[in-house]
């Protein structure tokens, strides 16, 4: 039931995004996908982790990953094309850990 709970949570926290009116339309709008779906896969990576003996540097990789992901979200920056760039990124490498994590279970 716990698993539930963490990805019951994350939905509901995914939703607080806000989106920054100085960023372009389209630019903006990927932003506030990533910033919507990132907090689902590291909770997902976080049920994975509970269920197995992950290594702690690909634990580190996704937590470090997650954290830039919610601090761009949190306080976009005005160089829409980097904040992207960056999230993007990050939002791949727990994409990543999450695969990584499965292959392990």
Not at 20 to 45: D, G, K, M, W, Y
Not at 93 to 99: C, E, G, I, N
């Amino acid at each position: 039931m716990k698993p539930i709970a963490l990805v019951a949570c994350a939905a509901a926290l995914s939703a607080c995004t806000s989106v920054n009116p100085q960023i372009p339309v389209p630019v903006s709008e990927q932003l506030a996908r990533i910033c919507q779906f990132e907090p689902l896969a590291h909770t997902a990576f976080v049920v994975l982790a509970q269920q197995a003996a992950l290594s702690p540097q690909l634990i580190a990789a996704e937590s470090n990953a997650h954290l830039v992901v919610t601090r761009i979200c949190a306080d976009p920056p005005t160089d829409a094309a980097t904040a992207l760039a960056a999230a993007s990124a990050a939002y791949a490498d727990v994409l990543a850990a999450q695969s990584l994590a499965q292959k392990e279970i």
